[in-house]
């Protein structure tokens, strides 16, 4: 996946600017071990199944984390058809 700014993919998404608190949110779910790339996967999926909310988009990465799924597996596998 070609490399850009996360927030701004958001935005895009949500067709508004984040607030300060989402940001951090994205954050937090980085310092969990996700990377930009699981992330924006998980917002695909949102996106995919018409459920974009931050709430919503965590569910689908604790979802992956609790299957013990190893990231890259989950961009590789499970969600292949998202690219």
């Not at 993919?9 to 940001?23: A, D, G, S, V």
């Amino acid at each position: 996946m070609e490399h850009l700014d996360i927030y701004h993919i958001f935005q895009c998404e949500f067709n508004r600017l984040l607030t300060p608190l989402e940001k951090e949110i994205i954050d937090d779910w980085k310092k969990e071990g996700f990377s930009d790339d699981t992330i924006i996967k998980a917002l695909k999926q949102a996106v995919y199944n018409s459920a974009v909310s931050f709430r919503y988009i965590y569910k689908i990465l604790q979802s992956w984390k609790s299957q013990e799924t190893n990231n890259d597996d989950v961009q590789e596998q499970d969600l292949s058809w998202l690219d």
